[in-house]
């Protein structure tokens, strides 16, 4: 996910992706006295930003698209802080063998529209979203399917529209078949690109990305581009995540300090991206309205590898790039101690995160650094340039990470600055990179592989950096044949460990969420990916 909120990416320094149901909260309780009088049918401003694409859940990779559809959506599956899996329109998902799975719908859920919600919605929305023809951002997340290499081939035309592995037994039922074991498969599930859709998208599919209908417990109401999408409660809502307010609505802001004064102001309701100035003071500007905690998502600069620059390359260089960075400085000071140091690619607080898997290369040391990149040949050109967009509050850890490398090493570094996420994007999607670019990914679903299969396999959707290593395929390759969760998320580790000889992207920090809430809601809880859960936040009667 370009969030994972992916597959998500993350678009600012706390802005994330997919949001689950159920996970460490704030300890904020500002306006959430028993004598407070709530409006049930208020609407909850929160700060967000224009999709890059249209609202179409197999295509839509980032944070903003995303925010979006976890309100319209509810997939079969959600999980808990605590990494277990729970039941939101699925009734059951059973399987003796991690490759052969039969899923039970709920009764009596309906799309916006009505229609009720069957089988036949997720099979047919998974097979289109596979299909290459279609172009689909996501289409990767179906691979583990089996026959998706029939709808999906690496090259000419499909042989087939539907995967093999898709049965619908009845109205209720539908069976899954995996081409391999996959330990984690129902994990998965949880991610947006799993949906289901009406009819009704089939029949003109661009027309539905601008007015999703959905089963979620909102339903879209209207979007102005580059103003703000609006989202309504869903008064017939099956779903145990009920709305406790009449609706959202998704203002869009260009840079994250107008968005923090509109909150200071009570113009906006919740803001989960503090401007890197503000982040000294706004915990004492907001009081109890502040929000800082720990989620699941980490900071990388990740190399363009499809570059001249970087074709060839000797890992030495990679990794001596590393070790000039002074992350405990960076966050310190210029982050104001609110991120925490990597030392590897796997956030925390996912099954099978592990400190230190990086080792040594995480570890400020200019000495080595220097050496090293004499020692692969050193940087072509002497410079590198780092891609950010500047909506994301990213320019100046940007800049302090580039005079830690210029001053270590000698190396010329240069901020690569892009108006906008949706500009960053599109750069990244087009490979035209010039070097090097900030990644920021959150979990779609809380296990080790999201971080690393999803983003470093060969070909994957959330490899925008063209990034190949054969060891480290058949590493994954081997986790994923696992018998067991447990097992799997051992052989992700070493698979982690690997990624040291051959480096796909730098390790930064790991993310807090640092937002608040406007004196005119109730604060509410946050969610292992970082986002609000808005389903939770009340507005006040006025």
Known sequence: MRGAKS?????????VALAATACGGSSNDSGNDASTKWNANGIVKFASGEPENSLVPANTQESYGSDVLKTIFSELVSYTSDGKVVMRNAESITTTDSKNFTVKLKAGWKFHNGEAVTAKSYVDAWNWGALSTNAQLNSTWFSDIKGYADVHPDAGKPKATTMSGLKVVDDSTFTIELSTTLPYFEYKLAYNAFAPLPTAFFKDPKAFGEAPIGNGPYKFASWTHKKSIKVTKYADYKGDNKAENGGVDFVNYTTPDAAYQDLISDNVDVVDQIPTADLANYQDDLGKRAVNQPFSAITTIAIAYYTKQWKGIDNKVIQGLSMAIDRPTI????????????????????????????????????TKAKALIKEGGGVPGNKIYIQYNTDGGHKDWVDAVCNSIRTATGVDCVGDAKADFQTDLKARDAKQ????????????????ANFLRDLYGTGVAGNSGGYSNPTFDSLVKKADAAKTLDESVELYQEAEQSLVTNMPSIPLWYYNVNGGYSNNVSTGDFAQDGTPILTTIKVKQK
């Not at 993350?10 to 802005?15: D, K, M, P, Q, S």
């Not at 000071?333 to 995480?362: E, Q, S």
């Not at 010039?434 to 080790?448: A, E, F, H």
Request: glycine letters at 14%; proline letters at 5%; hydrophobic letters at 40%.
């Open 7 to 15: 597959a998500k990416w993350v678009v600012g320094a706390t802005v």
């Open 331 to 366: 966050t310190k000071t210029v982050l104001n101690g609110l991120r925490t140091p990597a030392t590897g690619w796997v956030a925390k607080g996912v099954l099978g995160y592990k400190a230190g898997a990086a080792g040594d290369i995480t570890t400020y040391n200019p």
């Open 433 to 448: 990179v010039k070097s090097i670019y900030r990644s920021g990914w959150v979990l779609d679903y809380p296990v080790n």
